[in-house]
Each structure stands twice: as structure tokens, then as C-alpha cells.
């Protein structure tokens, strides 16, 4: 048996990336997925979003673990179309369990500016409670709603003198740190009914986000067209452990705990899968 055997998983942002993994992941430990993703660009955001053909490879990995998926393009920001892939996934595969409410972007550098700040919010904040509010009226006893945060959320970033120069990489950080608070009340709420709500917080993740001309840009400010090498000497910053990034199976390991039944009473957690992120801004009582 696995650890999610015979669940049902709704994952946003699972074609590619962090979402990708999270679905197989699930899987591979018995869960049934509800898979969606934009699978196109968005002009204010300065780097390749995911595919059509990315969220087929997510259906064929799920799928060759065994499992069933049902796989829609929906954009996080529009509630009918979530709503949509939910009455399609859950007719099919025959109820909901577990929400992965973890499609997001990254503004930086997002043009036009003003527009960056809007997408961001739209789908990291906005875009996640949208998802979780479309699946709670599906939801029962024992489920388990995952959000994705992020580090950045927990750390003390705002130079008043960069203040206005990249409203959508601003914005990440914002939507970041009012999901962390959403999520909190959410699952305080949801306690009396045995639903629980918590939030994963990575920091760096080896995904298309992060190896991104714009992350480069964001981590190497001091040259004029830094590449994946240049970047990768700063990315041990974020850090307390001296490495770059984790991995996208790192995230989806807490997830995949989380969703599970040894998590039955763990809700309102802010978990930190950091490599010690946390650690350089905070003392032990924070």
C-alpha cells in the first residue's frame, strides 16, 4: 500500500517543474492526480512558461506509475476553469483528497511593470486561493489542502531604495508572505472539521524558474548578462548549507508527507524545506 493509496490529488502548475514532480510523486505512493496548468506564456513575465506538450509528459509519467489522470489547461486566475477540471476530474476519478495549490511565477524584471505586479498576485496569491477555494466544497474529513510559499516569504527583504524599480519581482514576495497568512486562518477554520491546511516554504528549486535570465539577473545584479554559471556562485546565499539550490523531489517528499495520513494531525505549518534559509535571518525563538 501506499502512502496515498486510493486518494485522489488535485495539483495546480503540474506540467512542469516543482507541480510535475509533486503529481508523480504522489503517484508513485498510490494517489490518483487532477492535473492542471496555463501551458502558455504570459507576456509580462520575462521567461518560457510550460507547454501543452510539458503537461502530456506529466500525464505519461503519472500514467506509467500506474495511476489515473485527468489533465486540463486552466489558468489559476480564472476560477471557472478550475471549477471546470475539478467537475471533469472528480466525475472521473471519483472524489478529492489532497490540494496542491502550487502554481506561481516570477515577475522580475516583468514588463510592463505595473502589469508584472497584477499576473504575480493573480496567480501566486489569487491563483492559489482560487484553486483551494474551488475544491473545499468537494472536500471531507481527512483531507489535506498543501500550499506552496516560499523562503522569501520569511525573510526581511525591502530596501526602501529599490522601492518602485521591479513592482513584479516585489510582488512575489508579497503574495508569498499573505498565503503564508491565508493559509494559517484557513486551517484554523478548518479544524473542526478534521480538513487540514498548511504551507510548504522551498528555497531555491533546480526548475525552469530558477535557471531563468531574469533569476540570473535578480542573483547577479553586478553584471551586465550573467549566465547559469555566474548565477550559481550566488544562489548559496539563500542558503545555510553551502549548496545552490534543492531539488524538486525534495518539495515533493514534504508534500507527499503532508498529504499523507502521517501528517493526520499536522495542520497550520509553516514547513521549511530550506537547507537553513530561515536560520540566517532569525533566532531560535522567532
Given at each position: 500500500m501506499g502512502r496515498v493509496q486510493g486518494?485522489?490529488?488535485?495539483?495546480?502548475?503540474?506540467?512542469?517543474?516543482?507541480?510535475?514532480?509533486?503529481?508523480?510523486?504522489l503517484a508513485e505512493e498510490g494517489a490518483d492526480i487532477i492535473a492542471v496548468d496555463l501551458c502558455q506564456d504570459i507576456e509580462s513575465i520575462?521567461?518560457?512558461?510550460s507547454t501543452p506538450e510539458d503537461l502530456k509528459e506529466t500525464v505519461r509519467l503519472v500514467e506509467e506509475r500506474g495511476r489515473r489522470i485527468v489533465a486540463e489547461r486552466a489558468d489559476v486566475r480564472e476560477p471557472a476553469q478550475l471549477n471546470a477540471a475539478l467537475d471533469r476530474g472528480v466525475a472521473e476519478l471519483g472524489g478529492l483528497d489532497i490540494v496542491v495549490a502550487q502554481a506561481g511565477i516570477a515577475g522580475m524584471q516583468g514588463e510592463p511593470q505595473l502589469q508584472a505586479w497584477c499576473d504575480v498576485i493573480g496567480t501566486n496569491l489569487v491563483g492559489v486561493i482560487n484553486a483551494i477555494h474551488a475544491a473545499m466544497p468537494r472536500l471531507g474529513e481527512g483531507a489535506s489542502i498543501i500550499a506552496t510559499g516560499s523562503t522569501a516569504a520569511l525573510m526581511i527583504t525591502r530596501p526602501m531604495d529599490q522601492a518602485g524599480k521591479d513592482p513584479g519581482g516585489a510582488a512575489y514576495v508579497v503574495a508569498k508572505q499573505a498565503l503564508s497568512q491565508y493559509v494559517?486562518?484557513?486551517?484554523?477554520?478548518?479544524?473542526?472539521?478534521?480538513?487540514?491546511?498548511?504551507?510548504?516554504?522551498?528555497?531555491?528549486?533546480?526548475?525552469?524558474?530558477?535557471?531563468?535570465?531574469?533569476?540570473?539577473?535578480?542573483?547577479?545584479?553586478?553584471?551586465?548578462?550573467?549566465?547559469?554559471?555566474?548565477a550559481e556562485l550566488a544562489f548559496p546565499a539563500q542558503q545555510?548549507?553551502?549548496?545552490?539550490?534543492?531539488?524538486?523531489?525534495?518539495?515533493?517528499?514534504?508534500?507527499?508527507?503532508l498529504a499523507s495520513d502521517e501528517a493526520r494531525y499536522v495542520t497550520g505549518m509553516q514547513l521549511r524545506v530550506d537547507a537553513g534559509g530561515y536560520l540566517k535571518w532569525y533566532d531560535y525563538r522567532s
Open positions: 486518494k485522489v490529488a488535485f495539483v495546480t502548475g503540474a506540467a512542469r517543474g516543482q507541480g510535475r514532480s509533486h503529481a508523480v510523486r520575462k521567461y518560457s512558461l494559517h486562518e484557513l486551517a484554523t477554520n478548518l479544524a473542526p472539521r478534521r480538513i487540514r491546511a498548511n504551507v510548504v516554504h522551498p528555497t531555491n528549486v533546480d526548475t525552469p524558474m530558477l535557471q531563468s535570465e531574469p533569476m540570473y539577473r535578480s542573483f547577479r545584479r553586478d553584471l551586465e548578462n550573467p549566465t547559469r554559471e555566474d545555510a548549507m553551502p549548496i545552490p539550490y534543492v531539488e524538486p523531489s525534495d518539495i515533493s517528499n514534504a508534500v507527499l508527507f
